[in-house]
């Protein structure tokens, strides 16, 4: 059996997840300190992805990375090409995944009693301190909780994905895009082993999750 | 310390326009919610940029608008104690205090010295607890640590106790008062309790709708608070229109009585206060007839309203307040009140 599809989207998603751990806590935390109105243009634009369906997404992508079109040319004359291969899967995943990242990071922020940053600048403390050891810690849970389900969506992505890289076995097949191509080709017990491995990671990836809460729990507690 | 502040901020509709300059030792700004206090320390502090104007500390420049002059909260050495104390949930104790001497680079020097402070606060043995698992009281002190040890120029306690229990409160003054004089350091405390101010400062400042309405020192202030304003958050119960009357003496037409003042009246007086333990029933002078209205019966006191004979219909009843001890048997049908004991507002 060829496994290829299930490194490819664990690398993409591993991948995407970490960008849009990092672009989805900095855009939260900038765009939060914007004036009303930019605040809310950027928001939506923002949280778009998440309310569009995939496919839409898809074309997007393809209305910018398409290599008919300028963008997508530009890059391509420096060796740099979305369509088709896996890293546009990285992109793709991103995307979609990233409004579930900022909008939960958000959140945190918000809920986050200023006092702790005024006291910590007060006290001689540096900005990038006060930001990864006093406002990072304080919303754990928020930003936990959106880095997961950033994670699981970029692993189940199928829809912009499969517009922008498509399907070619042993280079851009992912797990979801392989269920898919194995069901409609019949292949229902093919289709069975992918549904069962996505199972596994899912119910690993939430069981990694509710230990590692239990222990930072008991950790506090313990003290 | 010689702080000098003249700043401007807009908020919305909310203008603060205050210029003063602090005695050394503590200074109290005492003022309803809302008058700015906080806004105030926080310019101070460098949390909120002012519009306009200067701030400067023992001759250093913190805030200069001209000269476009404006110091990061880091660098101004300015402690800020806040109201919840905003002690850091995620670090022990140890940690929480380490943080006041991040500008240290000396790992031994730094550890020596929130050792010292630790025993110095009575904080020994809570080095590894979190802030949730003290006491209120505790987490003052930890909090207070966490800026002493920083050695800042000046302190800000933004209403360091109201978030206390009353029986905790008093406790807590008589600590803080203690260490404000240990530590000599000079501060700047807000507050709306006028206990709390005048136990804890040796000069106050009274604000208003974002305006200082003056300053002076502690006891003064209570002797002879001025305005309105002042006479309510020194505790005066009885404030009423005035208007000058003689040279010596002013009418009051709510209570439709002329009182010597004792001292000379300024033409502009606008109103007068009389605090309700001032009046008795054996003083001669400013007497006049009365009948009561109502008894109250607090834990060590009465509270007793009463009206002046010739008070008008529909005025405010006047308090009058005594020890129980002092209660005589049968409450008098005249009420006195010394000339001194008049307070004089003119604003």
Redesign the interface.
């Known amino acids: 059996m060829d496994w290829f599809p299930l490194w490819n989207s664990l690398r993409i998603a591993a991948i995407s997840g970490v960008l849009v751990f990092f672009t989805g806590i900095l855009c939260a935390y900038y765009i939060a300190r914007l004036p009303r109105v930019v605040k809310g243009i950027l928001d939506v634009i923002l949280t778009l992805p998440l309310v569009l369906p995939p496919t839409v997404c898809g074309w997007f992508l393809l209305m910018i990375f398409g290599l008919r079109h300028p963008v997508g040319q530009l890059l391509q004359q420096i060796g740099v090409r979305f369509v088709m291969t896996w890293y546009g899967g990285v992109l793709a995943a991103s995307v979609v995944a990233f409004p579930l990242m900022y909008r939960t990071a958000r959140g945190a922020f918000e809920s986050f009693?200023e006092?702790?940053a005024?006291?910590?600048?007060?006290?001689?403390?540096?900005n990038t301190?006060i930001f990864w050891?006093?406002r990072m810690?304080?919303c754990r849970q928020g930003i936990l909780a959106g880095a997961v389900l950033a994670f699981a969506r970029a692993l189940g992505e199928y829809g912009a994905t499969s517009m922008l890289i498509g399907f070619t076995p042993g280079r851009t097949a992912t797990i979801s895009t392989t269920v898919y191509q194995l069901w409609r080709t019949g292949d229902d017990a093919g289709a069975l082993v992918w549904v069962l491995v996505n199972l596994a990671i899912s119910a690993a990836v939430l069981l990694a999750v509710n230990l590692l809460e239990r222990k930072n729990r008991q950790g506090?507690r313990a003290? | 310390m010689s702080l000098e502040v003249c700043i401007k901020k807009r908020l919305g509709k909310f203008l603060l326009d205050v210029e003063f300059h602090a005695e050394p030792g503590v200074m109290g700004l005492l003022g309803a919610s809302g008058s700015g206090k906080t806004v105030t320390l926080m310019c101070i502090a460098g949390i909120l940029r002012p519009d306009e104007g200067r701030i400067l500390l023992n001759g250093r420049v913190l805030f200069d608008s001209e000269k476009r002059i404006d110091l990061p909260p880091q660098q101004r050495r300015v402690g800020y104690l806040f109201q919840n104390y905003a002690l850091f949930p995620n670090m022990t104790v140890e940690r929480n205090i380490a943080c006041g001497l991040c500008r240290e680079k000396d790992r031994a020097a730094r550890k020596k010295a929130v050792a010292d402070i630790i025993s110095r606060m009575r904080l020994t043995g809570l080095e590894k607890h979190r802030p949730h698992q003290l006491s209120g009281g505790q987490q003052q002190r930890v909090a207070l640590a966490r800026i002493l040890v920083g050695q800042p120029e000046l302190l800000l306690l933004d209403e360091p106790l109201s978030a206390l229990d009353s029986h905790l409160k008093d406790q807590l003054v008589v600590e803080l008062r203690h260490l404000l004089k240990s530590y000599g350091r000079d501060a700047l405390l807000v507050t709306h309790s006028r206990d709390e101010a005048y136990r804890l400062c040796n000069t106050l400042a009274v604000m208003e709708e974002g305006r200082l309405l003056g300053m002076g020192g502690t006891r003064e202030f209570f002797a002879d608070p001025g305005t309105r304003t002042g006479a309510a958050l020194t505790g005066c119960k009885n404030i009423v229109d005035a208007k000058k009357a003689g040279e010596m003496s002013v009418y009051v037409p709510d209570w439709g009585v002329t009182l010597d003042a004792g001292k000379p009246v300024g033409d502009h007086l606008v109103a007068i206060g009389i605090r309700a333990h001032h009046f008795g029933g054996a003083i001669g002078e400013n007497s006049f007839p009365i009948r009561v209205v109502e008894e109250i019966e607090e834990p060590f006191e009465w509270t007793v309203k009463f009206m002046y004979e010739t008070q008008q219909d529909g005025s405010m009843p006047v308090w009058w307040r005594m020890p129980k001890a002092a209660r005589p048997e049968r409450l008098p049908d005249r009420l006195g009140v010394s000339p001194e004991n008049i307070l004089l507002l003119y604003q």
């Open positions: 009693d006092t702790l005024w006291s910590g600048k007060t006290l001689g403390l540096s301190f050891r006093i810690p304080a506090r003290v």
